[in-house]
């Protein structure tokens, strides 16, 4: 779900934000204060990326709790995975 939601809003704020330096402030504010429901688009996405990494780290300790590291090709898949998502936030 933290997932969906983050591609989704991810999307929706891409249709409005510039990359350029010198007007990607503008279109923050331009988002936040023009865009229909903008503001509540960026907050789920900046606190929606929180809640991705909250369950990332569940899931990793439910992992260690219950022993799957003993599996160990797919806990290391699912370790270079965690890093992918960290390296890429």
Same mark, same amino acid.
């Given at each position: 779900?933290?997932?969906?939601?983050?591609?989704?809003?991810?999307?929706?704020?891409?249709?409005?934000?510039?990359?350029?330096?010198?007007?990607?402030?503008? &279109?923050?504010?331009? !988002? %936040?204060?023009?865009?229909?429901? /903008?503001?509540? $688009?960026? *907050?789920?996405?900046?606190?929606?990326? &929180?809640?991705?990494? !909250? %369950?990332?780290?569940?899931?990793? /300790?439910?992992? $260690?709790? *219950?022993?799957?590291?003993?599996?160990?090709?797919?806990?290391? !898949?699912?370790?270079?995975?965690?890093?992918?998502?960290?390296?890429?936030?």
């Amino acid at each position: 779900i933290c997932l969906a939601l983050q591609i989704l809003t991810g999307l929706f704020l891409a249709m409005h934000y510039t990359s350029d330096t010198a007007t990607a402030f503008n &279109s923050v504010t331009h !988002i %936040c204060r023009d865009v229909n429901y /903008g503001w509540i $688009l960026r *907050y789920l996405h900046a606190n929606g990326a &929180s809640m991705f990494f !909250i %369950c990332l780290y569940l899931h990793v /300790g439910r992992g $260690l709790y *219950y022993g799957s590291y003993m599996y160990t090709e797919t806990w290391n !898949i699912g370790i270079i995975l965690l890093f992918a998502v960290m390296a890429t936030a």
